[in-house]
C-alpha cells in the first residue's frame, strides 16, 4: 500500500449517530440507473449485522461506495473508529480507508498468477513497495517478514486447517478462504464481506463465522455481512438491513425481518395475500 497523501478530514461527533458508520444522502448511479439510494444509514451499531436482498438490490454497490471503489454521486460516507469525531471517507483512496481500519473482501476473488498461499498472505502484511509486480518474487527470500508475522499467519493456517500453504489456492473455496485471512491481517476495525461463505464447504463456513464471533468479542470488532444464506444470516446476524431496488427499506434484528411481508414479497418471492 502507498503511503497516505493527505490528512483525512476530521468531522464533528454526531451524538445520535451510535455507529461505526453512517452513510448520509448516498446514491450511485450507472448509466443513468440508480444503484444505490440510501438517505440515512448507520452501520456498525451492532458486533455483526447483515445485509439481504434479491439480486440487483445495489448490495455489492453499496459495500463498493463504502470503501469508495466506486465513488457516489452524491452523499457522504462518515466512519468512526472510537467514539467521538468522524472521518469523511468520501474520496479517499482504499488504501488510506484501509489503513484507518474499514477492510472489504472480495466478491470476486483477485489472486496474483501462482503466487503461493502463504506469499499471498505475506503481501497482506509487507510494506507498499512489494505492490510493484516486479517485487513480488522476493517475498519468497524476504527473512524478516516472514518472522514478524510467522505466528499469525501460522495461527490461520493452523485454524482452517490449509494443508499446503506453499502451494497456490486453486479452488473457489481456498481462494475465498485466503481473501477472508488477508483482511483479518489487516487487523480492520470494521469489516465488510461480501458473501464470505460462497464455495466454502460447511466445516470451513462454521469456523469462519465461530472466528468472526470471537473477533467481536474479543477486538472490538464491527462486521457487515452480505449473504444470500439466509439461515446463516438468521443465525449469527443481531441486526439485519434488507436492500431493494437500491433502497434500505427494512431493518431490524433477525426475528423481525424473518416476519416481514415486505422481505417476504419482494425477496422470498411470496406473500400472505
Given at each position: 500500500?502507498?503511503?497516505v ?92 480507508i ?15 498468477g ?10 497482506s ?32 493456517i ?13 479452488s ?30 460447511e ?12 473477533k ?25 438491513h ?17 416476519q ?6 419482494k425477496?422470498?418471492?411470496h406473500?400472505?395475500?
Amino acid at each position: 500500500m502507498t503511503d497516505v497523501a493527505e490528512t483525512p478530514e476530521v468531522l464533528a461527533a454526531e451524538p445520535s449517530v451510535e455507529g461505526r458508520l453512517h452513510l448520509t444522502g448516498v446514491t450511485k448511479s450507472f448509466g443513468g440507473r440508480v444503484v444505490v439510494d440510501v438517505d440515512d444509514l448507520v452501520l456498525g451499531r451492532h458486533g455483526i449485522e447483515g445485509i439481504i436482498g434479491p439480486n440487483g438490490a445495489g448490495k455489492t454497490t453499496l459495500m463498493n461506495v463504502i470503501t469508495q471503489t466506486r465513488r457516489p454521486n452524491t452523499g457522504q460516507v462518515t466512519y468512526r473508529p472510537d467514539k467521538g469525531p468522524g472521518v469523511d471517507l468520501t474520496g479517499m483512496r482504499l488504501d488510506e480507508i484501509a489503513r484507518l481500519g474499514v477492510v472489504k473482501s472480495n466478491q470476486v476473488i483477485q489472486m496474483f498468477g501462482e503466487m503461493t498461499t502463504m506469499d499471498s498472505f505475506l503481501l497482506s502484511v509487507a510494506p507498499a513497495r512489494y505492490e510493484q509486480m516486479y517485487r513480488l518474487e522476493s517475498l519468497t527470500t524476504e527473512k524478516r517478514l516472514r518472522r514478524d508475522f510467522n505466528d499469525e499467519i501460522r495461527w490461520y493456517i493452523d485454524y482452517f486447517g490449509i494443508e499446503d500453504p506453499d502451494a497456490p489456492a486453486l479452488s473457489a473455496g481456498d481462494k475465498k478462504l485466503v481473501d477472508i485471512i488477508r483482511c483479518l491481517l489487516l487487523k480492520p476495525r470494521f469489516l465488510l464481506l461480501d458473501e464470505p461463505t460462497a464455495g466454502l464447504p460447511e466445516d470451513q463456513t462454521r469456523l469462519v463465522m465461530q472466528l468472526m464471533r470471537k473477533k467481536v468479542a474479543e477486538e472490538d470488532m464491527s462486521i457487515v455481512i452480505i449473504e444470500h444464506d439466509l439461515a446463516l444470516i438468521w443465525e449469527v446476524c443481531e441486526f439485519v438491513h434488507f436492500m431493494s431496488d437500491g433502497k434500505v427499506i427494512e431493518q431490524g434484528p433477525p426475528e423481525v425481518i424473518r416476519q416481514s411481508a415486505t422481505v417476504a414479497a419482494k425477496y422470498l418471492g411470496h406473500s400472505d395475500e
